[in-house]
């Protein structure tokens, strides 16, 4: 692909409502906005018409709170994150493996591509969770096991003489760990020095990440106290220039497709269609799925959730249900509720009618790897399945971009490239 190709957008059948979930999304980040806002405005209009402390009545003091209720305030706050670094065994596994915001396939192109969305080359390795707190540094991997524990150059990350942050100072960084080079690429920051960035655009966090994280020297060399190194990934606006430096552009990692983040969504845990992933054989060494001996099989597999019900289901919230086993079956082949089973789609396809799944052709295989979390996502599953017969092609991302239907005001958000 080279910069100055210019092609007609191909309008491709609709297989989700991917892009209905992306305007959904926006909406209600918005509308969140403006409760936490009506909610600000009304407690300072409540504290300003207070009456002065002398001629305010006395109060008698609050009955205590019975175990019952103490026990529902406490599961309706939201997990104190400094406290979760904390979690050990399996309660810090399905707590950390719950927090990664995670991105879906992209299998329909966004409206508004190179105006609302940055795109980088996605660094091939682990995805995991950096948090530093408490002077030390642990990696999670995305199904909640520790990957590293190491003193780094975070703040509060090791018991250095010259350690930086308070004794309460903790920060969570989203990367990807390089084995090649033995480096943690940083993608996204959720917390900074305990100050939390879940609330803000991504725009915002990774102008923030670009301006703070060099700060710490924890860009440098590894050292006794600071035994890997952290990197920021290029990110580019996602106009015409920008996706062709993150597709072709030369960067210091072995590339695993490219990330296209929505400049206005907030870290939102679990997967979003506000975050996309996509690849093809250019930028990617695993666009197919392999089995557990590394080779393409002839038919596609998928992973999927058994419910209570005997549906089979995605890891979407809500589900995508795929099949149904009889309960006699589940008896004899001991499986029960929550169980994740690998399935092979035969000849019969998958049939999808106005981008909803009506029917799917499944063959049971057998159970998932233990090691695995989640079932897949919806848009994995469509994303293999086109790349077997009609792949998204580079091209079409650059056909969307140059569209005429696609043009409009651009918003006034500049660009942001951390180069590390």
């Known amino acids: 692909m080279a910069p100055h190709d210019l092609r007609r957008a191909y309008k491709r059948p609709a297989i989700s409502d991917q892009q209905r979930r992306r305007e959904l999304a926006l909406q209600r980040q918005e509308q969140a906005r403006r ?50 670094s904390k979690l050990r ?67 509060n990350g090791s018991r250095s003489r010259d350690g930086s942050g308070s004794a309460q100072s903790y920060s969570i960084l989203d990367c990807i760990f390089h084995e090649m080079d033995q480096t943690y690429y940083v993608i996204d920051m959720v917390c900074w020095r305990g100050y939390s960035l879940y609330d803000c655009t991504a725009e915002f966090r990774f102008f923030w990440l670009s301006s703070k994280l060099g700060e710490t020297g924890a860009c440098e060399a590894p050292s006794h106290y600071h035994r890997y190194r952290f990197s920021f990934v290029p990110v580019h606006n996602c106009d015409q220039s920008g996706l062709y430096s993150a597709y072709a552009g030369a960067v210091p990692y072995v590339k ?49 959730e058994l419910q209570g019900d ?47 799944l009506e029917k799917a052709d499944l063959h049971f295989l057998g159970k998932s790897n233990r090691a695995r979390a989640f079932a897949d996502t919806y848009s994995k599953i469509m994303f293999q399945n086109m790349v077997r017969q009609s792949p998204l092609k580079i091209d079409d991302l650059v056909a969307s971009i140059n569209s005429p239907d696609d043009e409009g005001n651009r918003p006034d958000v500049p660009e942001v490239d951390m180069v590390g």
């Open 35 to 84: 409760d936490v806002q009506l909610q600000a405005r009304r407690l300072a209009s409540t504290l300003l018409s207070l009456p002065p402390e002398h001629e305010q009545p006395s109060e008698p003091e609050p009955e205590p709170e019975s175990a019952s209720e103490s026990k529902e305030s406490e599961s309706d706050v939201e997990f104190d994150l400094r406290n979760a």
């Open 89 to 155: 065994g399996t309660e810090a596994r399905k707590w950390f493996a719950r927090q990664l915001m995670l991105p879906e396939w992209m299998i329909d192109v966004p409206n508004r591509l190179p105006h609302d969305w940055y795109v980088f080359a996605r660094p091939s390795g682990k995805r995991c969770f950096v948090v530093s707190s408490d002077g030390a540094t642990i990696s999670r991997q995305r199904n909640g096991t520790v990957l590293h524990r190491f003193p780094s150059a975070l703040p």
């Open 256 to 304: 695993d497709g490219l990330l296209f983040y929505n400049k206005h969504a907030h870290y939102q845990p679990g997967n979003t269609p506000l975050a996309l992933v996509w690849k093809d054989e250019s930028c990617s060494q695993y666009v197919i799925d392999t089995d557990n001996k590394g080779q393409v099989p002839s038919h596609q597999q998928v992973v999927l």
């Open 310 to 356: 005997g549906n089979v289901t995605t890891s979407d919230d809500p589900p995508v249900v795929f099949g149904c086993l009889e309960s006699d079956f589940i008896q004899q082949s001991g499986l029960h509720s929550g169980c994740l089973l690998r399935f092979a789609i035969g000849d019969g396809g998958l049939s999808v009618v106005d981008g909803k």
